[in-house]
């Protein structure tokens, strides 16, 4: 039940998706009036009325909507946020580029809602599947080393809670120092890079864009990579990975565990296996025991 205590927000708008599944999660989804255009988990909160895409927004309709909290992210939408405050509007901006921070992110969304006891009983559960996931891969003969693409061009790579979430999966990643990188424009790669560290596996997730796996494929110099020469080449639909919020915790995390058990001909438990899988190449995604 909700707690209509005046203390906490009525009326919130989400500019991403990761606090509006956060805010279902916690069951204080009658407090939204707006969402990202972008948004499709869960499915019913594209109900709610759409105010933004990534770094634009309708600000009229936002102050129609008399919001008294707007939930953005990162930097990028530091622009959306400042025209928001000058006309008034409350607005906390998360800038999450960790497991640790999504936890705590969804920790701080609880206790603005007043919620602070389900956030946390949320957090428990992500972390026991996370640690659940991690177990299962534990049983890998050995971990793949693993390239995962974030933008096809430039090519970019090694955002932070991909990369931990990869490990967590089983893999090993090829650019482990990229991670420290923030923002995009530093993480960005000489494709050349990529046949020197030699990766096994290959998994693309391209934010608002179908992964071509031809172009991967016949990029200059690449068809002697291993996981070119292994067919080892999968994506990720960005709903699941490039939203640091909790589908990247839980299907997200399933599904690179799935790539990965597969990849090594190795079974999954049906508990840990994926409910969406959009990857063809994964067909039944790993068999079970």
Request: hydrophobic share 40%; net charge positive; glycine share 6%.
């Amino acid at each position: 039940m909700s707690s209509d205590h005046d203390s906490y927000p009525r009326r919130i708008v989400c500019l991403t998706e990761e606090t509006t599944e956060t805010l279902y999660l916690l069951g204080e989804q009658d407090r939204i009036v707006g969402v990202s255009g972008y948004t499709v988990r869960p499915p019913e909160a594209r109900r709610k009325p759409r105010v933004s895409a990534f770094i634009n927004a309708k600000f009229d309709k936002i102050l129609d909507l008399k919001p008294d909290l707007v939930f953005a992210f990162s930097d990028l939408q530091a622009g959306i946020a400042a025209e928001l405050i000058r006309r008034g509007v409350n607005v906390l901006t998360f800038n999450q580029r960790s497991v640790a921070e999504i936890l705590r992110m969804i920790l701080i969304v609880g206790r603005i809602v007043g919620r602070e006891e389900k956030a946390v009983e949320l957090l428990m559960r992500f972390q026991k599947e996370l640690d659940t996931v991690r177990q299962s891969a534990s049983r890998f003969s050995h971990r793949p080393r693993v390239f995962f693409e974030e933008w096809p061009d430039p090519l970019i790579s090694g955002i932070h809670w991909v990369e931990e979430l990869i490990e967590i999966a089983g893999g090993e990643c090829v650019f482990p120092e990229l991670r420290r990188c923030q923002a995009a424009k530093d993480r960005i790669l000489n494709p050349a890079e990529v046949i020197a560290r030699d990766p096994e596996v290959i998994i693309a997730s391209w934010c608002g864009r179908m992964v071509k796996k031809d172009l991967i494929r016949k990029r200059d110099g690449w068809r002697d990579i291993s996981a070119i020469r292994g067919d080892q080449i999968y994506e990720v639909k960005s709903a699941y990975i490039l939203q640091p919020g909790p589908a990247a915790l839980t299907e997200g995390v399933r599904q690179l565990h799935a790539i990965l058990a597969r990849a090594m001909s190795q079974r999954v438990d049906p508990l840990l296996l994926p409910e969406s899988r959009t990857d063809p190449a994964l067909g039944v995604t790993a068999s079970v025991r």
